[in-house]
């Protein structure tokens, strides 16, 4: 009869303890939070990073970049060519799932291939489906680029993608001036044509959009975080893929429009956790008295015997 209190008591003690390291961590993640929103303007230095500022920057980039246009409806009465030469509206690629925007001229010689390359790479850890789960859209913002091109890029993209099925997930497109103007000014893609090169100046990154076509979230760069890449898309799908664990996760991580990536909540991660370390004290502690509660119920078997 003395051991189960004693059970009890050791296991009771260790959920008060867990409760307590809760509330610790609960109030100084709460502290580092306030902090630092105590002092506005403050930017995190990372040793061996500058600042750059846009007056820094050469000529030709001064006008290149990515304006944040969150929630923006980009049009989707757009026409366009697909990979076959077949006359597509942007819009036959949404209303049901959402959609990754990437924008990438055929010809260019090194950006954007590190682009499609880097969004091939990042894609291919995740479970969800192009086609199924989600639609990837690649259009090019040079005119001069012709289905042919669009054939190639494509067929080298999927080779790294390595998807089976992934062909009817994956469209790439070309279009006219006027139609590529109005697509790049919806999701604040700025870009320009440098005749001495023949070349564009044009930054790395991609758009994602909600079934309905407004965008999302950016993220920049030409080497995307898989993990980030899943929040986004189960975040513009409004819930409508991505599992509990994804809801989860979303819970601890947050958008970082500066940044363009997701960033871990302290605060939120802490409750995650200590609510997690709970419920195992909670199943343990049962577990152990179902366990004494049989040894109980055997030696008073053996007794009556």
């Not at 109030?27 to 040793?47: K, L, N, Y």
Request: proline residues 5%; charged residues 25%; aromatic residues 8%.
């Amino acid at each position: 009869m003395s051991s189960l209190p004693r059970v009890t008591r050791r296991f009771g003690a260790l959920v008060l303890a867990g409760a307590m390291l809760l509330a610790h961590g609960t109030v100084t993640a709460a502290h580092a939070d306030d902090t630092f929103a105590a002092q506005p303007g403050r930017t995190e230095i990372r040793p061996g990073e500058a600042t750059i500022t846009a007056n820094d920057r050469p000529e030709a980039l001064r006008e290149v970049g990515f304006d944040q246009k969150l929630d923006q409806q980009i049009p989707l009465d757009l026409h366009f060519r697909d990979e076959s030469g077949k006359d597509v509206r942007l819009g036959d690629f949404f209303g049901t799932r959402p959609v990754v925007l990437s924008l990438a001229y055929f010809s260019c010689p090194m950006l954007c291939g590190l682009h499609l390359n880097g969004l091939a790479s990042s894609l291919k850890p995740l479970r969800l489906e192009p086609g199924q789960d989600f639609e990837i859209v690649t259009v090019s913002f040079d005119p001069r680029d012709t289905p042919d091109k669009a054939t190639v890029k494509k067929k080298d993209t999927l080779e790294r993608y390595e998807r089976r099925g992934a062909e009817h997930g994956w469209h790439f497109l070309t279009g006219d001036v006027e139609q590529i103007r109005a697509l790049t000014s919806a999701v604040g893609f700025r870009y320009q044509y440098d005749e001495k090169r023949g070349e564009f100046a044009h930054p790395a990154g991609v758009v994602l959009l909600t079934p309905e076509g407004h965008v999302s979230r950016y993220l920049f760069g030409i080497d995307y975080s898989p993990r980030d890449l899943r929040l986004g898309l189960v975040e513009s799908a409004q819930g409508k893929i991505g599992t509990l664990v994804d809801q989860v996760l979303l819970f601890c991580f947050h958008y970082d429009p500066s940044m363009g990536r997701y960033s871990a909540i302290a605060l939120n991660s802490v409750r995650v956790g200590g609510v997690l370390t709970l419920l195992g004290l909670v199943v343990f502690i049962g577990g152990a008295l179902r366990r004494e509660s049989r040894r109980r119920a055997a030696r008073h078997g053996t007794s009556a015997s």
